[in-house]
Antibody, heavy 126, light 109 residues
């Protein structure tokens, strides 16, 4: 059974770089059927997509975060990571890693997130 | 401000049926497939419906999904107190970004 587990600092200061890792067990990241992604949820608010990565390293990012976000993959450790630079209080959220399944093309996309980590709360505060 | 629009809350009595709407546009729902997620209090979201109307293994047939034009609907029949949760719709847009609704809180009275 696939399991995803987020890890990283729970508290950080403004202007620092948020760094999180998602460890995948029960399945391999090195699988051409899936992308691996990050989604966040500010306290009491809805879900916000951050970005996704393919095992080969190809990425797609939320345009609103693109200039601050980097997602990378380490197949040797079966992990992928998130870095978000210049953090502010607005980045305080529960961060989830998830697997994207499905298929599609530029015209029609039938993708969905079928497996999620439990989430980790990151607080940005001075 | 979420890209997809959902009602903030819905409620119904145990055993009854409820529907949750999700409204978008031609650049997202209109040309792509919709998924729905259930988030129980304090938990991570869980896939409930994918490809507009398909249920993953283990999801009871009390949950159903449909799509028409630029809107989608989640239906839940035979409501149980354990269904109390936040429900989110999601899809993709023309820039290959995932987009979600703001979430709907379901209360089973």
């Amino acid at each position: 059974q696939l399991q995803l587990q987020e890890s990283g600092p729970g508290l950080m200061k403004p202007s620092e770089t948020l760094s999180l890792t998602c460890s995948v067990s029960g399945g391999s990241i090195n699988n051409s059927n899936y992308y691996w992604g990050w989604i966040r949820q500010p306290p009491g608010k809805g879900l916000e997509w951050i970005g996704i990565i393919y095992y080969s390293g190809g990425t797609y990012y939320n345009p609103s975060l693109e200039n601050r976000v980097t997602i990378s993959v380490d197949m040797s450790k079966n992990q992928f990571s998130l870095k978000l630079t210049s953090a502010t209080a607005a980045d305080t959220a529960v961060y989830y890693c998830a697997r994207r399944s499905g298929y599609g093309n530029l015209v029609s996309k039938r993708y969905f997130f079928d497996s999620w980590g439990q989430g980790t709360l990151v607080t940005v505060s001075s | 401000q979420s890209v997809l629009t959902q009602p903030p809350s819905v409620s119904a009595a145990p055993g009854q049926k409820v529907t949750i709407s999700c409204s978008g546009s031609t650049s997202n729902i209109g040309n792509n497939y919709v998924s729905w997620y259930q988030q129980l209090p304090g938990m991570a979201p869980k896939l409930l419906i994918y490809d507009n109307n398909k249920r993953p293994s283990g999801i009871p047939d009390r949950f159903s999904g449909s799509k028409s034009g630029t809107s989608a609907t989640l239906g839940i029949t035979g409501l149980q107190t354990g269904d109390e949760a936040d429900y989110y719709c999601g899809t993709w847009d023309s820039s290959l970004s995932a987009v979600f609704g703001g979430g709907t809180q379901l209360t089973v009275l």
